[in-house]
């Protein structure tokens, strides 16, 4: 139902974001802007196009601009230029009600570091985006305890999230997020926290919900394993920059550069 | 004065040395000094009359023969003030026993079915003369015994009303400044009566009393210094001042600081030839006449005055809206009388247990025993009264301190420009010595328990707006981001996430806000907020360290309950916040 397109996307972090495009645009290298001006390009003109239901993979190594790219989506963070598309809508126009509304009802969002309510136990942190967006009582119950079920949470809903194990944070916040019940649903690295048995445990959980769920994913990691476990399509960055596109097989097979050889060659 | 005339009438050399009584009479006597301006013969009886026995000093005259204490009231209350459109009050006010009758223009808003007497400082002996004037006058079951913790705090009431027009009823004495700026009018009482006086001295509880006792002050000279100088002696012989002109003299020099003594005696000499010329020959008239003409006016220095801009704010402020300022602290008056009304209505352990229960509430075990132990001691102590005061102020001030300190801290989390603006400000509210403020709160709020709040909120609300401000932004982002991403707006982030996980840091800023509102509470007694504060101040200016210790702990006492309650509320909330 939902296609999601970034289109000439640049993120310049710093005072003059605007002075720097131009010079980035005149062909300024990002070093040299660096040691200039003492500014940060952290997106440097990336395009994508994910399809609706898709899982998309975005990977690259940390600094790779991967976390900042897909903020973009839900308007954490503006572009200095460039433009956001969900449904032909331009997301990085949205403003006030209309981005709260935005947020509440289309894009949910998984984090590495979970960002549960510390003062909420599981069963209120489940249902926060429910009651900020208005729902009732009854419905919010409901939907919360029906997706604590579906990743396995049953029986801690009173508990609070420091009780918890990490893995069971995250079942948490992933259950938050599915909660919305929204056409997209964002992962920022949302197992490399975690123990690599627990880790693969989470995947698996990941792999089933895709089986069960019609949703387009957005899917952040810096582990290639992880990537080819889960994606569809699959996208390369680094520095800030698009290298490659592409099913996982396609990757492997075909790798764009030096840069996707060395990720693709140490995993063989 | 005199040191001018000598100079420039006589040619005489002089030297100008300033002391206290005692050494200055013992230099006197052994012909270091030679003429002493001011003997207070009265209060130094012993120490002048050897020094006369033996043949070292004598008198000169009488320096000036009035010098006077007593009872005051503002001219205006009796013959109004055509000019600033007052109207006679208590036209019939003349001796003490017309006060009854008035007594409703001195209404104590703080007890508002008798008058407030403006007693001497809290600790001196005309406080406790005073006292017992009221006693024997029938005076005390009508007026409240008010009694100012320093000069100042009396003075700037005094001040603070008389340029309102307000009716007021005071103690003070003179020469003073006061006495020459302000035109009081003294109370009658009985004519002194050196048999009643002495009574009164002695009795606790006196059935009569009597006028102050009209003070003569001489002038001394040494002997030998007499002797060899028969012009001189003349000279002082004839000096004569009185009270009004001596107080007039101070006056003038309080009106600017950058006035010195001798500004005040040229300007006194300038004004008042036809006194002086009567002390001198006319050799010495005539050049006294024309040192006097010789006299340059002083070169000004150059320097950053905010002084006098700060004093005439403050005089216009009172001046002008002093009423509505008074008017606006009414609520709050009644708010605190209220409190301590609700706290008296409880037997000791009435209030011991409520404060015990209320601890239960944390969950902590000790604390309701420790609670229960400290209220008790007060109580044992013999301090619980004065102790409800001080916690109905403090509770008063520091629910008003929270609850600002909680919105600017809001504020200045949010706004980064508005933080970096108050910080000064915050340093300044910190360590600014409390009584810089005092006084023109003072002034705005009269004598009492208001301007205490008021003082008290300033010093105390810092903390409160420094945590909340740091425990606002040092909420974890991370939590931030994920509230934000599922659309929550400013009023859900700033309510639901940011000050629920700031509560602990909250808390202590609270805790922090009661500590200080406490100590200023106690700093406060020096403009008549009363409770445990004027106790410590009572014991240091009598001396009297055992009384003072006993307030003190009394205070401490408090101070270990409150903190102890408001500490267990915050970890009970942090404990919350990161199970």
């Given at each position: 139902m ?83 598309l ?9 403003k ?40 009732s ?12 079920e ?11 999230p ?37 880790r ?13 769920m ?50 693709v060659?140490?995993?063989? | ?5 000598l ?34 013969k ?30 005051y ?125 002495s009574?009164?001295?002695k ?6 009393a ?136 409880f ?10 229960l ?117 909420v ?34 609270i805790n ?43 205070i ?21 916040g990161?199970?």
């Amino acid at each position: 139902m939902s296609d999601v397109v970034f289109k000439n996307i640049y993120k310049i972090f710093g005072d003059k974001e605007l002075k720097a495009m131009e010079l980035l645009r005149k062909g300024k290298t990002k070093k040299k802007l660096l040691e200039d001006d003492k500014l940060v390009v952290g997106i440097n003109n990336i395009s994508l196009k994910i399809k609706n239901n898709e899982f998309f993979v975005i990977m690259g190594l940390s600094g790779s601009g991967k976390s900042t790219l897909i903020r973009h989506l839900n308007g954490l963070i503006k572009p200095t230029a460039g433009k956001v598309l969900v449904d032909k809508q331009d997301v990085t126009c949205l403003k006030g009600q209309e981005l709260l509304n935005f947020r509440r009802h289309k894009v949910s969002m998984v984090f590495q570091k979970f960002g549960l309510l510390p003062h909420k136990n599981v069963l209120e942190n489940v249902y926060y985006g429910l009651k900020i967006r208005g729902e009732s009582k009854e419905e919010c119950l409901k939907k919360a305890n029906k997706w604590i079920e579906v990743v396995g949470l049953s029986g801690y809903e009173k508990s609070y999230p420091a009780e918890l194990s990490g893995g069971m944070q995250q079942r948490v916040g992933l259950a938050r997020a599915l909660a919305t019940e929204t056409d997209i649903l964002v992962m920022d690295e949302p197992f490399s926290a975690l123990d690599p048995l627990i880790r693969a445990e989470m995947q698996n959980v990941t792999l089933d919900l895709k089986e069960k769920m019609k949703k387009t994913v957005i899917f952040v990691t810096h582990d290639l394993d992880e990537a080819i476990k889960l994606a569809d399509r699959m996208a390369i960055l680094k520095d800030g920059e698009l290298i490659q596109v592409g099913t996982p097989s396609e990757i492997i097979s075909n790798p764009a550069d030096e840069y996707v050889k060395s990720f693709v060659g140490k995993d063989k | 004065m005199a040191s001018f005339l000598l100079e420039k009438g006589y040619g005489c050399e002089v030297d100008v040395i300033p002391g206290t009584t005692t050494p200055l009479l013992t230099a006197l006597g052994s012909g270091d000094i030679d003429i002493l301006m001011e003997v207070w013969k009265d209060n130094f009886k012993d120490a002048w009359e050897k020094f006369e026995e033996q043949g070292k000093v004598i008198d000169a005259g009488v320096n000036f023969p009035d010098a006077i204490q007593g009872f005051y009231v503002p001219s205006y209350m009796i013959h109004g003030d055509v000019k600033r459109n007052i109207k006679p009050m208590a036209p019939d006010l003349k001796e003490v026993k017309d006060l009854i009758k008035y007594k409703n223009l001195f209404t104590d808003p703080e007890e508002p079915n008798k008058g407030r007497f403006l007693n001497c400082i809290l600790g001196w002996s005309c406080e406790s003369v005073n006292t017992k004037k009221f006693y024997a006058y029938g005076l005390d079951k009508h007026f409240t015994n008010f009694r100012p913790g320093t000069g100042a705090a009396l003075a700037a009431a005094i001040a603070s009303k008389y340029e309102r027009g307000e009716p007021f009823l005071a103690y003070y004495w003179g020469p003073t400044w006061v006495l020459g700026k302000y035109d009081l009018t003294q109370v009658k009482e009985p004519a002194y009566d050196p048999q009643i006086w002495s009574e009164l001295e002695k009795s606790e509880r006196p059935n009569r009393a009597t006028a102050y006792p009209v003070v003569k002050v001489y002038i001394g000279v040494n002997t030998q210094f007499a002797e060899k100088n028969p012009l001189v002696m003349d000279f002082l012989n004839s000096y004569q001042t009185s009270n009004q002109q001596i107080s007039q003299a101070l006056s003038y020099m309080q009106e600017n600081e950058e006035r010195t003594p001798k500004d005040a005696a040229l300007n006194f000499l300038k004004k008042n030839e036809n006194i002086w010329e009567r002390w001198l020959d006319d050799e010495a008239v005539e050049k006294v006449e024309l040192a006097l003409q010789l006299q340059k006016s002083k070169k000004k220095k150059w320097k950053l005055d905010i002084g006098k801009p700060i004093n005439n704010a403050v005089s216009w402020i009172v001046k002008n809206y002093g009423q509505s300022f008074k008017n606006a602290s009414r609520p709050m008056l009644k708010l605190i009388i209220v409190m301590e009304q609700l706290f008296k209505f409880f037997p000791w352990w009435g209030v011991t247990l409520i404060f015990c229960l209320l601890s239960l509430l944390t969950g902590h075990r000790t604390l309701p025993l420790i609670i229960g132990v400290c209220l008790g001691g007060i109580k044992l102590l013999g301090m619980w009264s004065l102790a409800i005061q001080t916690l109905s102020l403090m509770i008063i001030s520091t629910f008003i301190a929270a609850f600002l300190g909680f919105i600017l801290g809001i504020l200045n989390a949010r706004f980064a420009q508005l933080r970096k603006l108050m910080l000064p400000f915050l340093d300044a509210m910190q360590t600014m010595p409390s009584f810089v403020y005092l006084i023109p709160a003072l002034m705005l709020f009269g004598l009492g328990k208001v301007p205490a709040v008021f003082a008290t909120v300033i010093y105390a609300i810092v903390p409160m707006i420094r945590l909340t401000d740091l425990g606002i932004r040092k909420v974890d982002p991370h939590v931030i981001e994920a509230a934000k991403s599922f659309g929550a707006n400013y009023f859900q982030l700033l309510f639901g996430v940011r000050i629920t996980l700031a509560l602990p840091t909250i808390m202590a800023g609270i805790n922090q806000t009661t500590m200080m509102a406490l100590s200023m509470v106690v700093i406060a007694s020096m403009i008549g907020a009363r409770g445990l504060g004027e106790q410590v101040l009572l014991g240091i200016q009598k001396l009297d360290v055992g009384k003072g210790f006993t307030a003190g702990l009394a205070i401490v006492l408090l101070a270990i309950s409150l903190d102890r309650l408001t500490q267990a509320f915050g970890r009970k909330l942090d404990g919350r916040g990161q199970l």
